[in-house]
């Protein structure tokens, strides 16, 4: 039930940003879901995409540093408290997030999120326990 992501570690300068997407445009690669972090040097781009496998290659191969981890995907209902449910789950059993960001799903009634958290295996298994919607690596690459 882990999703890769791609992270792309850029210089802070103008164009880089526009090249990952062409890289990714080039290979026909589709991006689900990003995040961007950035300081006055340097940035990490998140990315969820179609083909991780694929989006790595062709990124190192064009001499971007990039590395892959494994993160959650979650559906939650689309309503306040929906996030805070289960955000409590996951704190309730001391499972520290490292950080999330939302997810462009084609879904109308659920709202898709990212999770990067310190065991991902055991914060798969408390949140299918209580009730929390986790996504297959297989359908969220097709979303």
Request: one cysteine or more; a negative charge.
């Amino acid at each position: 039930m882990h999703v890769k992501q791609i992270s792309v570690f850029l210089e802070n300068k103008s164009g880089r940003l526009a090249e990952v997407t062409k890289v990714l445009a080039s290979n026909n690669i589709d991006i689900s879901a990003l995040s961007i972090a950035d300081t006055t040097d340097f940035g990490i781009l998140r990315l969820i995409v179609n083909d991780p496998e694929k989006a790595e290659k062709a990124l190192k191969e064009s001499e971007f540093t990039v590395s892959c981890t494994s993160v959650i995907a979650i559906a939650i209902e689309d309503k306040p408290g929906g996030l805070s449910k289960a955000l409590n789950i996951l704190e309730e059993k001391a499972i520290g997030i490292e950080y999330m960001y939302a997810f462009v799903g084609k879904t109308s009634d659920e709202a898709l999120v990212i999770i990067r958290v310190e065991d991902p295996c055991k914060a798969v298994d408390v949140l299918m326990n209580n009730g929390i919607k986790v996504l297959s690596s297989d359908k969220v690459y097709k979303l």
